[in-house]
C-alpha cells in the first residue's frame, strides 16, 4: 500500500504560528522534502524533531520527485514543505503534487500561513476577487507585457517581488496602469513587520528616499479606478513623475500612454507653452 505525500504549510517568519496538526505530521513523517535543509533544521530544532531531510527545489525537482515518488509507491509517508508559507504557491512541488495524483496517491494538505493571503487580509485592498502572479518577470520588458496583460483584470493584483527590483517594478506599474492605490507588505509577522499604502507614485518617491530597502515583498495593486479623464496639466503630471524618481524621458513616455497620446505628441506640447 503506498504512503501519503502531506503539503504542509510552514511559518512565514514567527515559528509560533504553525499548528499542532502540522508538527504531529512533521513528527509522523517518514522524511521531510524541504527546499532548503538548513532553514526547515531551524524549524524542527525549534520544535525538537528529528527526521531525516531531503533537498527538493528548482534545480533538482524533476529528479527528486520521481525519488520521492518511488518513496510514497513503497508506503512511506513523505511530508512536503517550503522555505516559508505554502507549498507551491511560488514554490517547487507541482511535479511531485502531479505525479502523485496522477499514479493514484494520496495528497492532503495541511493547511497553515501563505505570505499571499496574510498580505491581502491586512491590506485595506478588495479581497472579493483577487490575481496572484507569483513573482514578477525579472526583466523589465517581460515585466512590461504581463502588465499590459493585466490592465483590464478588475480585481486586486498580487504579487511577490524582490527589494533589488521593487523600484524597477513600480515604474513599470506607473507607466503601464497608472498612478494606481498600491500596498506594500514586507517582512510579514517578523520584527519589522510593515505595511506601506499610497498610490504607486508616492509609494515610488517614499522607497526611493530610503538608503536600502529589504526584507520579503507582497506587492498589491489595487483595480483601476476607470475611465475617468484626468485634467491635470501635462507640465504637471510630468513633473509629478520625474519627482517620485522616474527619468524625465520614462515620465513622458507614462503620461503619453495614460493619455492616449503618442511621446512626440506630449514632448510637442510642453514645448509649445
Known sequence: MSGTLYIVATPIGNLEDISSRALRILREADLIACEDTRQTRKLLDRYDISKPLVSYHEHNEKERAAELLRDLESGKTVALVSDAGTPLIADPGYRLVEAARAQGIAVSPIPGPSALIAALSASGLPTDSFYFRGFLPAKRNARQELLEELRAIQATIVAYETPHRLLEAL????????????VLAREL????????RGTAVELRATLAERPSIK?????????SEGSAVDDTPLDAAVEKLVAAGLPRM??????ARQRGLSKREVYKKLNER
Open 171 to 182: 515604474e513599470d506599474i506607473i507607466e503601464v496602469l497608472g498612478d494606481r492605490p498600491i
Open 215 to 223: 526584507g520579503e515583498i507582497v506587492l498589491m495593486i489595487g483595480k
Open 189 to 196: 509577522t517578523k520584527i519589522h513587520e510593515e505595511f506601506l
Open 250 to 255: 520614462d515620465a513622458l513616455k507614462t503620461v
